[in-house]
């Protein structure tokens, strides 16, 4: 391929994403995409105010300069590149926002926050305009991510979605400021370059929950510059040399065509899963096969002489390692172990199973000490919707062994969670944490977004402080 060729993938993305109209969206997207942005914003305010998220904004807001971009739950306001990465941060700050199974990637974190900013920075957007650049941005990230061949990024080590994410929030931005397609390439290619972020940032780091931030303020960078007539690199997914497929996937056969595959038929919007739990999506299976051995058999887990989980590649390099005492939060929520753990004792795997007692207790490491993973080839090379599953098998004292095998937890394609489910979280979470006015007004912003005359509205409401998610739950073991 010539480096003067047209031909290619990158050039239809970004004429699509210009010419992506509201018509064109079939109502069922539009209203998973509001519910979806419903997640979003109840990951984000419960994100907001955790301790890790306190020395983020702390630490951002000490280093950038003033402005007037909303960082939402705070009560602060900042320029709009540093709002963009702390509201991405609170949106990942507890693992309980949505992921696409086969292009990992964590959408709204990278696109609810480039929203709000480009609405603020332009001085004001429609609901619907925002929308519409909401669903291309669910749409271009998985694209992005398959034609890398998707989750083999993060067995490969690659946080998979600060790598696809970048282009996302391009689209989004540029969307919203109607750029045109030759300025959407420009937003591609800068995009493209700054895409990064490494796995091993799952073990302990704070960072893990702010890559898919850098990801988010670094697409918002893009469109930015590639409005004001600043070029990027051109065919950036066909470059044969130092283009992105051709390094990300060096070795690795990627499939450009994957970019713009299905592109106004099918809809990845419809794909993204939503978490029930409070752990990294890879994790599930093992929680809900857990939970339901729990319900059936009544188990007590002191009775549990040994506990195996077996899974394929992708979860087991992402979600194994022999765990050492006390875990921080970040792994404990990436841990298979752990997760499996608290599930069986506790019931539940959410806010409570992560405060600094739980993760240190004796109970949970006591069983946590009986766990043992293993990568399943058989798992790996099954069909494409079965790669993702987990068989959990416990092993009592007297010998009685009790199996289930998870294919698709709750939340994924097969039986995702239901708009009516997604309110209900929405409200769970977020309902402790503000007054109920403001509980309502929000839903009815988001869930009405395409009605809003100026996206700042929402914006507006989400400002204001929220109380903190895990002060409560810290403060009662204190008593």
């Not at 900042?78 to 990637?105: C, K, M, R, Y």
């Not at 989750?151 to 989004?172: C, I, K, N, Q, Y």
């Not at 470059?239 to 713009?260: A, K, Q, W």
Request: net charge negative; with cysteine; charged share 20%.
């Amino acid at each position: 391929m010539s480096e003067s060729t047209t031909t290619g993938v990158t050039a239809p993305l970004a004429r699509w994403v210009e010419r992506l109209t509201p018509e064109q969206i079939p109502e069922r997207v539009r209203t998973r995409a509001k519910h979806l942005l419903l997640d979003g914003v109840a990951c984000g305010l419960v994100g907001a105010q955790l301790p890790w998220s306190r020395i983020a904004t702390s630490a951002v807001l000490d280093l950038e300069g003033a402005g007037a971009a909303t960082v939402i739950g705070t009560g602060a306001t900042t320029g709009g590149p540093a709002a963009v990465l702390l509201n991405s941060t609170f949106i990942q700050g507890f693992e309980l926002d949505d992921f696409h199974p086969l292009a990992p990637l964590h959408s709204t974190s990278l696109i609810l926050p480039v929203l709000l900013a480009t609405a603020q920075q332009l001085g004001g957007v429609s609901g619907a305009a925002a929308l519409t650049a909401a669903i291309a941005g669910f749409e271009v990230g998985p694209r992005v991510g398959l034609a890398l061949h998707g989750s083999e990024m993060l067995s490969r080590g690659w946080h998979s979605g600060p790598v696809f994410g970048t282009h996302t929030a391009a689209m989004v931005a540029g969307k919203l400021r109607a750029l045109d397609a030759a300025r959407l390439e420009d937003a591609l290619g800068m995009a493209g370059t700054q895409s990064a972020g490494l796995m091993a940032a799952q073990y302990e780091a704070m960072s893990k929950r702010m890559q898919h931030g850098f990801a988010a303020r670094n697409g918002y960078y893009a469109a930015g510059l590639a409005a004001a007539g600043y070029t990027g690199i051109k065919q950036v997914f066909d470059r044969p040399y130092g283009g992105y497929l051709s390094v990300f996937g060096e070795g690795h056969d990627p499939d450009p065509t994957r970019v713009i595959a299905g592109l106004g038929e099918g809809w990845h919007t419809e794909l993204i899963m939503v978490k029930s739990y409070a752990a990294q999506g890879g994790l599930h299976g093992a929680v809900q096969a857990a939970l339901e051995l729990r319900a059936r058999h009544h188990i007590d887990p002191k009775s549990a002489a040994h506990i195996e989980i077996r899974v394929g590649h992708t979860v087991y390099h992402h979600g194994w390692w022999e765990p050492e005492r006390p875990l921080t939060a970040i792994g404990a929520q990436m841990n298979l172990g752990y997760a499996a753990a608290v599930a069986l004792l506790d019931g539940q795997v959410l806010p409570p199973q992560f405060t600094p007692a739980r993760l240190d207790a004796d109970d949970v490491w006591e069983l946590l000490g009986k766990v043992e993973v293993k990568l399943d080839e058989n798992i790996q090379n099954g069909p494409v919707h079965e790669r993702f599953a987990t068989e959990l098998a416990i092993t009592l004292t007297d010998g009685t062994v009790l199996a289930q095998r998870i294919v698709q937890p709750h939340g994924g394609p097969a039986d995702p969670v239901t708009d009516d489910e997604l309110v209900a979280k929405y409200r769970s979470l977020v309902g402790p944490l503000v007054s109920p006015d403001r509980l309502d007004a929000i839903q009815r912003a988001v869930l009405g977004i395409d009605e809003l005359a100026d996206l700042r509205e929402l914006a507006d409401l989400l400002a204001a402080p929220v109380a903190g998610a895990l002060d409560n739950l810290e403060q009662d073991h204190l008593r």
